[in-house]
């Protein structure tokens, strides 16, 4: 029925035609895959949930695994030297009855220090920082063994916040009470997060509960046998404080897995940046480039995670989502002043036969300055990693950040400028890619209330984008003069 | 973009760069196939718009699919299926139109008569395009891309006798239709 030779000849003639499809159809195929492609946000909730959980365990590792000798710092030392009455003291207790009532007097429950030698410094010791409170009548604090209301205070701490019971200690008792657990927690958090004690150990019996805050030498204390407070047993309902039997509660040095207590900061920042652009890694163009005017604003979100390493040093990680334009504006004069041609074809009826007729128009064109305005945009995810050096005075926290910026490049797109042939294309790439950068800045927070801060933090970041791998002539370098503002959440 | 193709790519390279997502080599895969997937695409389409939406789809499958591609066959065979796919596909929705043909002749055109030799790969794609669509789709499908009639049945969703009795007519008209087109020539 067919004659097959019919076919054979169509499909030959058919399979070698070429038909030149539109000129930007292939642009418009790397946008269409570029959009239908994984969103960003998943993309980096991903990488981030990896990253996030890889920081926060070698956070808790070095939290850890730091020795208990570390918690004394020599600022905390220096503040203890600062005051007379606390010089000696190399432990700080509490001793907490939790029968204690409001507006008894303090009792004898110095700490009885047994010392080989009398005239050893320890034996002079007049221990300032044993505290009892009247914690029951405060649900919160009742039910929270580890509540600031029960904490003993460092030296620094009672320097700041309780000078005058420092000062004048009670004749018949060394030991400084605070009645109102309220009141405690209030000085507590008056003070600057990075000045609030480490729970360097903590014992409880029945009621009683013995906190012992970071010690200068625990082995030295240890060896003195010291520490031994007697105190009724509290099986029996006691009501008068004072004659109270104390029973014995024995000191044992903690080993390197003793709780302590460290705020964790939770910053949420918006970030301005008034972003400076290099394009480089094509010297065919660099120059040209930089002829032209290569400034921007820019915004990121940002969160970031603040550990504690030490008295004053924080690890902080996070991310940043950011969408960094690069913006060229300006003319390049290559090509000014010569001649080129411009051909142009327009068709008219000619008025004779009535058929379309092409008029084809030629004119010399002379050259000006080809002006410039694009843009190319590039969807970052950041990693920083790096440490916070803190600092605070009264109601304001200072900080200096510093460190790496790993940044996860998702999409790139914009414009190739090629100055030579004055020519333009676009380019558009899901293609990721890894680069690295640093930022310095310097942050100033205001404290709301006791777990908020308002933040301002201005600073510097500079990185590369590896452009070229994502289909753009040149690689960008980034510098961003940034001014961020945001909250401290404090986590303790 | 003047990315720096010093040379011609063998496939090999050309499919390796593909894969690591290389915005030059999938350039330089585009301007080695787009040329030939239009026609194929210009075949199935109405005009020339939808023509470059399919190719533009196609493309786009290919790319995503291109490290599926077993180097058994042909690349060209394996991204020409897939634009055929993609093309059959968008004329899914299309209702079959099977009306009868103006201009049908029972004159006999003879591969060896040199006639279709004569004619311009253009005037052949003219002459085509020229078919209702339901005929159109299976000439292609039949005589040039080789399908066979149950093929064509399950992938228009028609019958297979219909196949078959519509690719006669599309056959015969194509014919007629060259045959009165050298007339005119002469």
Same mark, same amino acid.
């Given at each position: ?32 895959? %570029? %959009? ?13 949930? =990896? ?34 009455? *606390? ?24 700490? =009885? ?107 030295? @204390? ?13 099986? @029996?309902? *006691? ?9 014995? @509660? ?13 705020? =964790? ?7 301005? !940046?008034?972003?400076?652009?290099? %394009? ?71 008025? =004779? ?34 440490? $916070?050096?803190? !600092? ?15 940044? *996860? ?29 640093? $930022?310095?800045?310097? !942050? ?17 970041? !500079? ?30 | ?58 493309? #786009? ?13 042909? /690349? ?47 005037? #052949? ?5 020229? /078919? ?23 992938? /228009? ?28 020539? /002469?």
């Amino acid at each position: 029925m067919t004659n097959n030779k019919f076919e054979k000849q169509i499909q030959d003639k058919l399979n070698q035609y070429e038909i030149e499809p539109s000129e930007n159809l292939f642009d418009t195929i790397l946008e269409k895959r %570029a %959009a239908r492609s994984k969103s960003f946000f998943r993309f980096s909730y991903t990488k981030l949930g =990896i990253a996030m959980l890889s920081v926060l365990a070698i956070a808790a590792i070095i939290i850890l695994n730091q020795p208990a000798g570390d918690s004394v710092s020599a600022d905390a030392n220096s503040t203890i030297a600062q005051s007379p009455e *606390v010089k000696d003291t190399k432990e700080s207790m509490l001793l907490e009855n939790s029968n204690g009532t409001d507006g008894q007097k303090p009792s004898a429950t110095k700490p =009885i220090h047994k010392e080989n030698d009398a005239k050893s410094s320890l034996s002079k010791a007049k221990p300032v920082n044993t505290l009892s409170g009247s914690s029951l009548k405060d649900k919160k604090i009742r039910n929270n063994n580890m509540n600031a209301s029960k904490l003993a205070l460092p030296a620094k701490f009672v320097d700041v916040t309780h000078k005058q019971s420092i000062a004048k200690p009670s004749s018949k008792s060394t030991p400084t009470f605070h009645d109102n657990g309220d009141q405690i927690a209030e000085r507590y958090f008056n003070v600057d997060a990075t000045n609030r004690p480490l729970i360097a150990s903590q014992i409880h019996q029945g009621k009683s509960h013995l906190y012992i805050y970071h010690t200068e030498n625990e082995e030295m @204390i240890a060896s003195k046998d010291l520490s031994y407070l007697v105190m009724k047993p509290l099986s @029996i309902p *006691v009501r008068n404080f004072e004659s109270e039997q104390i029973s014995q @509660i024995a000191y044992h040095p903690s080993d390197n897995s003793f709780h302590k207590k460290k705020p =964790i900061f939770i910053d949420i920042l918006w970030m301005s !940046m008034l972003t400076v652009h290099n %394009a480089n890694g094509n010297k065919a163009f660099e120059a040209d480039y930089k002829t032209l005017n290569r400034s921007n604003y820019n915004q990121s979100f940002n969160a970031r995670v603040s550990f504690p390493v030490s008295e004053r040093i924080n690890i902080y990680t996070g991310f940043a989502i950011c969408n960094i334009n690069t913006q060229y504006t300006g003319s390049i004069a290559n090509h000014s002043g010569k001649v080129h041609y411009e051909t142009s074809v327009h068709y008219i009826n000619d008025p =004779i036969t009535g058929k379309p007729t092409a008029i084809q128009q030629t004119d010399t064109v002379q050259n000006g300055p080809m002006a410039y305005n694009f843009r190319n945009s590039y969807k970052i995810m950041q990693l920083p990693i790096g440490l $916070s050096y803190n !600092m605070g005075y009264k109601k304001f926290d200072f900080a200096i950040h510093g460190g790496a910026l790993l940044n *996860v490049l998702s999409n790139a797109k914009g414009t190739n400028a090629n100055f030579e042939l004055e020519q333009t294309s676009r380019f558009n790439s899901n293609k990721k890619s890894i680069s690295l950068g640093a $930022s310095l800045s310097f !942050m100033a927070a205001y404290k709301l209330n006791n777990k908020l801060r308002l933040i301002v933090e201005p600073g510097f970041q !500079m990185y590369k984008i590896n452009a070229q791998k994502n289909g753009n002539l040149m690689n960008e370098t980034i510098f961003n003069n940034a001014l961020s503002i945001g909250l401290r959440y404090t986590l303790f | 973009m003047w990315a720096n193709i010093k040379h011609r790519m063998t496939e090999e390279e050309l499919l390796k760069g593909c894969i690591e997502e290389r915005q030059e080599c999938q350039r330089e895969f585009y301007k080695r196939f787009a040329g030939k997937m239009m026609v194929v695409c210009t075949r199935y389409a109405k005009d020339k718009l939808e023509a470059e939406d399919m190719l533009q789809d196609g493309f #786009i499958k290919v790319f995503d699919n291109i490290g599926k591609f077993k180097q058994e066959g042909s /690349l060209e065979g394996w991204v020409r299926r897939i634009m055929v796919n993609t093309a059959l596909n968008k004329i899914r929705t299309n209702k079959m139109k099977f009306e009868d043909i103006d201009g049908m002749g029972s004159q006999f055109v003879d591969g060896d008569s040199g006639i279709l030799d004569k004619l311009s790969e253009e005037a #052949i794609l003219k002459i085509i395009a020229q /078919l209702p669509n339901g005929y159109r789709y299976v000439f292609n499908m039949f005589a040039i891309e080789g399908f066979t009639h149950r093929e064509i049945a399950e992938k /228009l969703g028609i019958e297979e006798a219909s196949s078959r009795s519509q690719y006669a007519k599309a056959r015969k008209y194509l014919q007629n239709q060259i045959i009165q087109l050298e007339h005119i020539k /002469l």
